[in-house]
C-alpha cells in the first residue's frame, strides 16, 4: 500500500523486486521478439518512479532510473 512509498526499507525491496521483473520482461521480450513485455516493464517503472520521487536520491531509484532508459532504448531499437 502507500506506506511503501513513505518506508525506505520497503522501497528498498520492492525497487528490487522490480528491477528482478524487469530484467526478467527482457529476457522474455529478447527470445519472443516481442515488444509487449518491454512496453510492460516500462510502464511499470514509470509507474514506480512517478510514486517513489521521495527516494530519488537513493541508488535503488537511479538503478530503476537507468533500467527505464535501457528498455526504452530497447523498444526503439525494436520499433
Known amino acids: 500500500g502507500s506506506g511503501l512509498w513513505h518506508d ?3 522501497f528498498t525491496k520492492y525497487a528490487q523486486a522490480s528491477l528482478q521483473l524487469c530484467k526478467v520482461y527482457m529476457e522474455i521480450s529478447s527470445s519472443s521478439g516481442s ?3 518491454l ?3 516500462e510502464m511499470h517503472l514509470k509507474s514506480t518512479l512517478k510514486q ?3 527516494f530519488s536520491d537513493t541508488e535503488e531509484y537511479k538503478a530503476l532510473d537507468n533500467c527505464l ?5 530497447l523498444i526503439a531499437a525494436t520499433a
Open 69 to 73: 532508459e535501457e528498455i526504452k532504448n
Open 8 to 10: 525506505e526499507k520497503k
Open 52 to 54: 517513489a520521487v521521495d
Open 35 to 37: 515488444r509487449r513485455e
Open 39 to 41: 512496453l510492460t516493464a
